[in-house]
């Protein structure tokens, strides 16, 4: 089978124009008992958001802890290998405000939005201001600040946009959602419809917020993970492994090499299941019942199969700290080490690569109406990607060809090789998902050999033990998601959870939608959300 | 108004004193209308997975419909939020009498691991009465049909074999 072109990013060269960097700028503030988090004062942070203009610094997340206000950067040169550098900036307002990010970073947008929601504290000069997930309907108005107020409890009111005035003229408004019958979360969109073309998108989120990070607080590691795994079930692997990652940093725990590698081969079936599910869920939107068929079908045979191995359908409760945690096993998965289990699960998704994944792939590029509806529609451009720094199959699709798995100590045997297209629209995204899984089952069938050399070790190199760490510790994660990078920070203290920072990308996936939706067909509208593959239940944490 | 029982507000306001309401289920075959109230979507996976992976589901009698106005009962996945609560109540409303409410997964009955809290109001079990509540974190499509025929055919559980069940 032959690969797409690999596309690498130039080195940027480093700039010396006597002002210093953003990096150094961050290095320069107030030193804490994290090394990689620095506090800044009022002018600090004023400073750091200007030198964010013209800096390269990677955006990660922006979050409050009803005192603080972080700002998480990757300091990874472009180009270079894509392991999170973290560093990060934290600032303690002045009053309930402080200067946003989102006039230099456009990803910080969503998070000011949710900070604002959640906290109440507002960001000065915001490109975006609407509420992200508090429409009104809570018991109370920034539920988590030591502010907050009770609420009247009532319907969801939206506030939208006065339409545009040519869609009053000559148009109509056209709402999707929350409940469309269909098995996708629960999001709203409102379309403003002028001649058959979408003019004005509108999405209102929130419809499936949980509070989950405010849930995690005081919980044990193990009950977090447990909890990360539901974040989005798109994702679950992901988040169980972030937030692992995170607390296994923080608190100094190597995890055995076994299970390192048994961490990616349920994250790699992961992405198999998730690029599935989107795909069929574009062939449905496209009405092409063949392809979707075959693609249900392959996903169900996936879920049989791990079933019949790790007696689960969906990859939840599967990664604890230290390792992984694969119970209620069935008897012929306990004769067997877990080990020779895993890697029988992934020589026989593997085997998929030759038996029925070509066939699909031909059927799919064979469907000429799905090919004409999916060719050109959503374009995202290489500049839009660049300023949002998206990831996963979106960002990939337009050339961005970041991958966090080059990092990990699992793929470091097995050369990985991730695709990269440079069209942008719905069908590179879709084709993408189709290289995608190619990768996967290659990894899959290198990781089954790997564990199979592993097979007669004990179960020590399945699960390292944690311990029960008594001061405060801090630490971070990032995994490559089906989606994009996903990325936790953590703090610990008496050997719980004291706070926890996600960053997912299905907020700016779900921005980047509402732009690329403008000016699409009306037709096209389903096809195209369903190739973003936007968890609602991920956006809205 | 967040704890009001939909059921009973919803019949009462049909049928203030009429004579009991037939059985639920008296049409085939029963239409479902899913409702994602707020969750992980991993229910909306297996539901998703039971309707087009060979569970065999139009020779049980069960379609699904995009809209809720020919829905015979409401399949509700998610934890209630909020801000779904109108949503879910302005589906059931609706939906054409007799009428019946699944719910599917441990959040749909008591919040699961979402339990109430500022945005979530923790499951339906105590907002309204459920016709058929099947359990799981997510439950199979396998225990989701076979709670599904369990209502059509309550006395003797069929149990469905899919036709490429291994």
Known sequence: MSLP??????????????????????????????????????????????????????FMGLWCDGVRIHALFSENIPGGDSRLRPLMASLVPDGPRYRGLSSVRSAASPFERMIHDLWGVEAMEAVDVRPLVDHGAWSANAPLSARAVPSSEGAASFVFEAPDPTVTDRGMILPYGPATGGMEGPVHHRLGVVGGRIRTVETAGGFAHRGVTARMVGMTPAAAVELAGRISATATVAHQWTLCMAVE????????????????????????????????????AA???????????????????????LGKRLLVDTIIPGGVLLSGRPAEGAELGLPAAMAR?????????????????????????????????????????????????????????????????????????????????????????????????RLLAAFARELEGRKDEGPGEVCAPVPAVLERAAGYGAVEGPSGPVCH??????????????????????????????????????????????SAAAADL | MSTVLIRALFTSLVAPAGPA?????????????????????????????????????????????DTPRTADMLLVTGAYSRMMMPVVQAAWEAMPQPKGLL??????????PFGKNYAMLGGLESHASVDCAIPGCPPTPHAVLEGIVSLLSPASVVRPVAATEE
């Open chain 2, 103 to 112: 719910a599917v997964g441990a959040c749909a009955l008591d919040g699961g």
């Open chain 1, 287 to 309: 009405r092409a019942d063949l392809v979707m068929g075959r693609l249900y079908r392959a996903r169900e045979t996936l879920a049989r199969l791990c079933a019949s191995v």
């Open chain 1, 5 to 58: 072109p690999i596309l690498f990013g130039g080195i940027l060269p480093v700039r010396e124009d006597g002002r210093p960097s953003v990096r150094r700028l961050i290095r320069s503030g107030e030193k804490t008992s994290t090394p990689w988090r620095f506090e800044l004062d009022e002018d600090g942070w004023y400073e750091l958001v200007e030198r964010l203009r013209d800096d390269p610094i990677t």
């Open chain 1, 345 to 441: 699960l992934a020589d026989e998704i593997a085997a998929f690569d030759e038996r029925e994944f070509p066939e699909i792939r031909a059927l799919w590029l064979a469907s000429a109406g799905l090919m004409e509806v999916l060719s050109g529609a959503g374009h995202v451009s290489r500049e839009e990607a660049e300023t949002l720094t998206l990831g996963g199959p979106v960002g990939r699709a337009c050339g961005r060809g970041l991958d966090l798995r080059e990092s990990y100590d699992a793929y470091g045997a097995v050369s990985l090789r991730t695709p990269v297209r440079t069209q942008g629209d719905a069908l590179a995204r879709s084709l993408i998902r189709f290289d995608d899984i190619a990768e996967s089952l």
């Open chain 1, 489 to 534: 920070c953590v703090t610990m203290q008496e050997g719980r959870i004291a706070q926890v920072f996600v960053a997912d990308p299905a907020a700016i996936l779900s921005m980047t939608l509402e732009k690329a939706l403008s000016g699409a067909r009306w037709e096209e509208f389903d096809v195209v959300k369903c190739s973003f593959g936007v």
């Open chain 1, 249 to 284: 940093h923080a608190l100094g725990v190597m995890v055995p090499p076994t299970a390192q590698c048994m961490r990616a081969v349920l994250a790699e079936i992961e992405r198999i299941h998730t690029h599935l599910t989107w795909l069929a869920r574009t062939a449905q």
């Open chain 2, 21 to 65: 309401l037939p059985p639920v289920i008296s049409r085939s075959p029963l239409v479902l209308f899913h409702v994602d109230s707020g969750g992980c979507e991993a229910c909306g996976l297996e539901v998703e997975a039971l309707i087009h992976g060979n569970y065999g589901l139009a020779e049980a009698g069960v379609s699904f419909a």
